[in-house]
């Protein structure tokens, strides 16, 4: 009988803090300045300097914190994780063991089937990131740029909660969300600002205990975290199925040639003997600064998703596009109430000519040509009847390309939609004049004519027909009835 | 409680020490002492009492997030070793 498998995945997720000056010292953080100008006296761990640490990495942490509903520490202590890199100058990187400032928390995220699970978060605790080690430009060296080394990271380990590749990649896109709402971090993958190390395990189902697991390093991209776990998952099974035994590892996921394999062994590479940083003093956060940063927490994701469909009446669905970043969601606030239009139309434009345009383009949202004013001046001569649905495409595509508002486009390209009644009365008369052969046809029953007559009186009036209008005179005129 | 000779050198050898024999035999004696010490003090009563993260009584500074750093490049890579393009040179690291 084949036995049944689960899988067990807790992700350790690295975010970079979006501050200006490094955790420890006063360097820039900026990303991809020439090597080596971003690092300084302290961040190269000359004889002499001391760290000092940057207030805004603490807010930011208790930030995420709050948002988690995890423990705050009101004492945390950094220590020393000791091992030798050339890009860590100092042979130690400074982190939190025992007493990280974020504890214990949770975050709800939203499975495919709709429904909600809660992955429990173990910590989260502030370190610095190390330098880069380039081994390809030079023969028997490795170049070393310490521009990244010092800048802040908080490193965010679940639960092992996640049962499922898929699963990981939920909760890893609802941190990336979650972080980018808070401002704390860019959560720009490619440049790595956001990356977790996935921790892996299978045991049968029933089970209580773990199976041994290894630890798939630095990925960085929603696909290859969900790629990279369920090959893992499929290796493991494998092994057991074959009578082999999973060992403790770290292991590399290679993109290219889809499959993880081991890092070169280092038995002692775990043996980071953490000791309490002598350096620097306990990190001590009292009431007042947590009643700060509480009283400047934005609403969060869910809340939003949940107010939108509430205040709005909107789907799930649409909260869901329309709350995915903070940006979109202020966006589409913005717009509602230019447009002064029913949330659900705006709501149609912003997830749909809107996004498709910026797609397109490959324009950020805060650089689109096509401001809330426009989009929503736009949108109101719809709901007032000024236009038709078809006409405001042309509209949004001229606004796009930067020929001002909507009015003035609707002025100068003639867009009014036609609401005299005998006006658009005369224009189908005179196409069923020029059509005698299809208006006996379609009275003989050929309904499907009826679309053919659409098509020629929209021909006529350029467009500019209202289309219930028009089919109702039609409808009339070619049933003959008065 | 006493030390081994082999946990001497592992432990020389994480910290990147090179120890001669004299040296290791010398280390894990007085290492070992100071394992006795805390094997002493571990029989004090410490209910109730925070671990000492630091000697001084006071707290972290917090420093405004600024940057105050210029770029020194050049004045630091002039007592590196090896420098090119910028870049600190090493013997090649590869895992």
Excluded at chain 1, 17 to 46: E, I, R
Aim: net charge negative.
């Amino acid at each position: 009988m084949e036995m049944e498998w689960e899988s067990v995945i807790g992700l350790e997720i690295h975010a970079q803090l979006s501050t200006h000056s490094k955790l420890f010292s006063g360097a820039s953080t900026a990303f991809g300045a020439p090597p080596n100008t971003k690092a300084c006296a302290v961040d190269l761990a000359l004889p002499g300097v001391l760290p000092v640490f940057n207030e805004q990495a603490a807010r930011m942490a208790v930030q995420f914190g709050l948002a988690i509903s995890a423990e705050i520490a009101p004492r945390s202590v950094f220590a020393r994780k000791n091992y030798f890199y050339p890009d860590l100058p100092k042979g130690y990187q400074i982190s939190q063991y025992e007493l990280p400032t974020v504890g214990r928390g949770r975050l709800a995220i939203v499975l495919e089937d709709g429904s909600t699970k809660i992955v429990g978060i173990t910590r989260a605790h502030l370190e610095e990131d190390a330098g880069k080690s380039l081994h390809e430009a030079f023969h028997a060296l490795s170049g070393i740029d310490l521009n990244r080394a010092g800048t802040p990271l908080l490193e965010i380990v679940s639960e092992p909660d996640l049962r499922s590749a898929r699963e990981a990649v939920a909760y890893m896109k609802k941190i990336h969300t979650l972080v980018r709402y808070l401002g704390i971090c860019d959560g720009n993958m490619q440049e790595g600002s956001l990356r977790c190390d996935a921790n892996v395990s299978v045991r049968r189902v029933g089970d209580a205990r773990l199976g041994t697991r290894a630890e798939i390093k630095n990925l960085n991209s929603f696909r290859f975290i969900e790629r990279a776990i369920d090959y893992e998952i499929e290796r493991q099974i494998d092994l057991l199925e074959s009578g082999g035994v999973v060992r403790q590892e770290t292991r590399l996921y290679d993109p290219d040639r889809h499959e993880t394999r081991p890092l070169r062994s280092k038995e002692e590479a775990n043996d980071y003997r953490y000791f309490p940083d002598p350096d620097l003093l306990p990190l001590v956060l009292d009431e007042a600064f947590l009643r700060a940063v509480r009283r400047d927490l934005p609403e969060l994701p869910d809340e939003k998703h949940a107010r939108f469909q509430r205040e709005y009446g909107l789907s799930a669905y649409d909260a869901t596009v329309l709350t995915a970043t903070r940006e979109m969601a202020d966006f589409f606030e913005s717009t509602l109430q230019c447009a002064k239009s029913d949330p659900k139309t705006v709501a149609n434009w912003v997830m749909g000519d809107f996004s498709a345009a910026l797609n397109k383009s490959g324009v950020e949202l805060d650089a689109s040509p096509v401001t809330p004013a426009l989009l929503g001046g736009m949108i109101q001569r719809i709901t007032d009847g000024t236009i038709t649905g078809k006409m405001a495409k042309e509209v949004f595509e001229a606004m796009w390309s930067g020929e001002g508002d909507a009015d003035a486009i609707i002025e100068k390209r003639s867009l009014r939609q036609m609401s005299d009644s005998s006006a658009l009365e005369a224009v189908i008369d005179r196409v069923m004049t020029d059509n005698p052969a299809q208006v006996t046809q379609y009275r003989a029953g050929k309904d499907k004519l009826f679309g053919f007559f659409v098509g020629q009186v929209m021909k006529a009036t350029s467009g500019q027909a209202n289309p219930a209008q028009l089919n109702e005179l039609l409808r009339r005129k070619l049933t003959g009835e008065k | 409680m006493s030390l081994q000779k082999a946990d001497v050198e592992r432990i020389a050898h994480l910290a990147r020490l090179a120890l001669t024999e004299e040296e290791a035999a010398r280390y894990s004696g007085e290492l070992s002492n100071i394992l006795d010490f805390v094997r002493q003090m571990e029989g004090v009563d410490t209910e109730g009492v925070v671990p000492m993260a630091h000697p001084l009584d006071a707290t972290l500074r917090l420093r405004p997030d600024q940057v105050t750093e210029a770029d020194e490049r050049s004045l630091f890579q002039s007592i590196a070793p090896m420098a090119t393009e910028g870049l600190y040179l090493v013997p090649k690291v590869i895992e």
